[in-house]
């Protein structure tokens, strides 16, 4: 797929890549950014992964600049709890996926190959190759993440996001 080709994550992960946040230049609406916005709220974005383990992997992100969950106001982390929980309702309407990792990579060690914090949403299959399979490039994506944020955009088109109580 081209699109994976004009944004090659290696280069991202190296350092060949435009000065600033890529997510809060995606905030921005920077054009040099591809842009897989889902949804947005007043706190958050969720965007479809450029580089996806899965079909329907997600990054959740807070629309400031912060580095550690912990900066996340109890405000911020209510309606990080209900954006998830609606997004993984959306994901296993769309997807039917047996399983789920979430976390968040806090720290380049750690794996964070972006300092902004965000919450990853990976559906998981039964006797798919794994996580590394997929970083070593011996696995082929088989959704373009364009066509995964569509799906996404329709959904909540159909069921718009709202503030669940809990």
């Not at 296993?92 to 979430?102: E, V």
């Amino acid at each position: 797929m081209e699109f994976f080709f004009n944004f090659p994550k290696g280069d991202y992960v190296r350092g060949s890549h435009s000065q600033g946040c890529i997510l809060c230049r995606l905030c921005e609406n920077d054009p040099e950014i591809p842009n897989l916005c889902v949804l947005s709220t007043e706190l958050f974005a969720v965007s479809v992964n450029l580089y996806p383990f899965n079909p329907g992997h997600l990054l959740v992100y807070p629309l400031r600049h912060t580095e550690d969950i912990r900066d996340l106001t109890p405000e911020e982390d209510l309606e990080l709890q209900s954006i998830r929980n609606s997004l993984l309702d959306a994901l296993d309407t769309l997807y039917s996926p047996h399983a789920y990792n979430i976390g968040f990579n806090m720290g380049r060690v750690a794996g964070a190959s972006i300092p902004h914090i965000h919450l990853h949403i990976i559906p998981r299959y039964p006797n798919e190759i794994g996580i590394p399979e997929l970083m070593g490039g011996k696995r082929v994506l088989v959704e373009d993440p364009r066509e995964t944020r569509q799906k996404l955009i329709d959904y909540f088109e159909r069921r718009p996001f709202s503030m669940r109580s809990t």
